[in-house]
Structures are given as C-alpha cells and as structure tokens.
C-alpha cells in the first residue's frame, strides 16, 4: 500500500489548550491525524485503529509521589499535562473518523474522568482498557500482524516519564502503524544520566532504550586519564548536549523498528526555553514521513 495523496497538511479546528509546549504537541498531532485520516479514506479496505497508551485526563498525583520523582526532585506542576487529544481526535470537521478508538490509562478513575468528557460522543466505538500501556500495545501488535483483517494503526504516545518499555515499542516491528512518541528527553531522561556517572537507576534507563548499561555509558560519559599530584587518574565526564543526543539516540533506535523516522523531531521547550520533550514520529511509509516532517516544521 503507498499514499498517494500531494503532501498537504490541512488544518483541523483549533482549540486553545493550556500552556505552550502542550499546545505545540496536541497541534502537531492534531494536523497528522487530519492528514492520515483523510488520505485514509482512499483505502476503504484498511480498517483503521487509533490507540491513546496514556489517555486519562487530569494531573496523576501517585506518580508525582513515586521515589523515582521524588529523588529527581519532580514537582507537581512539571507533571501535569494537557490531555486534549482524544477530544480534538474525535470532534475533527468533514467528520473524519477511525474504525476503532482505544484509550488507555493505568488509572481506572483517570478513564472514568475521560469517559464522563467523552459521554456525548455518539456513532464512534469507545474502547476504554486500564492497565500498563505495555500489556496492551504487545495486545495491538499482536492484532495488526494477524493476516486475518488489514488493520492500520495510529499510536500516541505521550507519558510524562519512562513508563514505555523498549520491549513494547519492539513488538510493533513489520505492523501497519504510524506512531508519535513524546520522549522525556530533558525533564526525566537527563536527570538519570547524572553527572558522576553513577546511573543509580540502571535499569529503567536500559528498558527505556533498550540498551546494555554499558552501551549507554559509552553514549554519554567520557573516561580520560589525568596525571594528578597523586598520580594518573582516571575521570568520568557527562557530554555536551546531551538532550539532544538523547533525543538522537532515541530517534535511532525506533529506525530499528520503522523504516522512516523524524531525525528531526518536534523540540518542545519550558517558559525558560529549556528542551524538556521531543515528540518523535516514525512509519513505515516515506510519504506519512514528510507530512509528519512539514508539520514539525511549521509549528
């Protein structure tokens, strides 16, 4: 199957959603599913599924207070995001629509809020899971590889912190599916890759990238030795930048699983104009990259 459709991305109504770097994000996702819903519509055939892994509306005040937030020193109101996405999936003009809706979230009272916001959505299929994201994108890929139906797949995935497990993003390799991922580049990621070197929570870092601790090192710290007053020594030192490699190595990573994959991705940035995400795009069609890459552009 190719698309071909003029790469144009079209508007789909706005809506005025919270601070900045939220807006960019639901905007950015906004116009490609515009985009893919409306070439879409030339392939009757292809049944199409959107899946949101963390759908649940509203701040989750149990993860502010894990000891993983606590020891990076997250506060309240880094954690809290807009959830506007599945709102604006489903309200999309010329009535643009998928076969299926999946939302997701670990929090049942999170889906419950969201199901209470969605109450008036009529003529679409709802499909509310709650669990870990991980248990049921394995479940998604599972169905998109059956030969049985031609299933297409949107994925959006848009944590706060590391939940998504290297493991989860690997079993969608050879599916039908277009994905965004917002990769917890600054506000989360960084702050494991401490300055010493230490890597006290090595495990979370090698799920997340889906590499050996050592790999990962080797990534991001440089050894050298230095001849001291009590002899040669050996240091550890962080690499410049390393945001943005880690926004680089991520982006690498997924074109190990997906053919086309933003190089580029979305940078979305505090009030201090600190990169804290980038929203990474990845497919295995070379036209759903260039739509993806022109929005990034434009936003």
Do not use: C
């Not at 670990?106 to 209470?116: G, P, T």
């Not at 499909?127 to 139906?149: C, Q, W």
């Not at 090698?206 to 050592?214: A, N, R, T, V, Y």
Request: positive net charge; without cysteine.
């Amino acid at each position: 199957m190719s698309w071909n459709k003029n790469n144009i991305v079209n508007e789909p109504p706005g809506d005025d959603w919270g601070g900045p770097w939220t807006e960019k994000k639901l905007q950015a996702f906004s116009k490609y599913v515009w985009s893919y819903l409306t070439i879409m519509k030339n392939f009757p055939f292809w049944e199409t599924i959107y899946f949101d892994g963390f759908a649940g509306s509203g701040t989750k005040e149990k993860e502010v207070n894990t000891e993983l937030y606590k020891q990076l020193k997250i506060t309240e109101a880094e954690e809290k995001t807009y959830k506007g996405a599945a709102e604006r999936v489903l309200t999309l003009k010329d009535d643009l629509t998928f076969n299926y809706y999946y939302f997701i979230d670990k929090e049942e009272k999170s889906l419950n809020n969201l199901k209470a916001k969605l109450k008036d959505i009529k003529g679409k299929k709802l499909v509310f899971r709650s669990g870990d994201m991980n248990k049921h994108i394995k479940d998604l890929a599972k169905a998109l590889l059956t030969k049985e139906k031609k299933l297409a797949a949107l994925i959006f995935l848009d944590p706060f912190g590391m939940q998504i497990d290297w493991t989860s993003i690997e079993a969608l390799k050879g599916s039908r599916s277009d994905v965004w991922i917002l990769v917890p580049t600054g506000v989360i990621v960084n702050r494991l890759l401490d300055r010493a070197g230490k890597l006290e929570l090595s495990d979370k870092l090698e799920s997340f990238f889906g590499l050996p601790i050592d790999e990962i090192k080797k990534i991001f710290y440089k050894q050298e030795k230095k001849n001291t007053l009590f002899g040669e020594e050996e240091t550890i030192s962080k690499i410049s930048k390393p945001i943005e490699q880690i926004a680089k190595i991520y982006a690498s990573r997924m074109k190990t699983i997906w053919t086309h994959v933003s190089e580029e991705p979305l940078v979305l940035k505090n009030r201090n104009g600190v990169p804290i995400f980038h929203f990474v795009f990845a497919s295995n069609n070379q036209t759903a990259l260039k739509i993806a890459k022109q929005i990034i552009q434009n936003i």
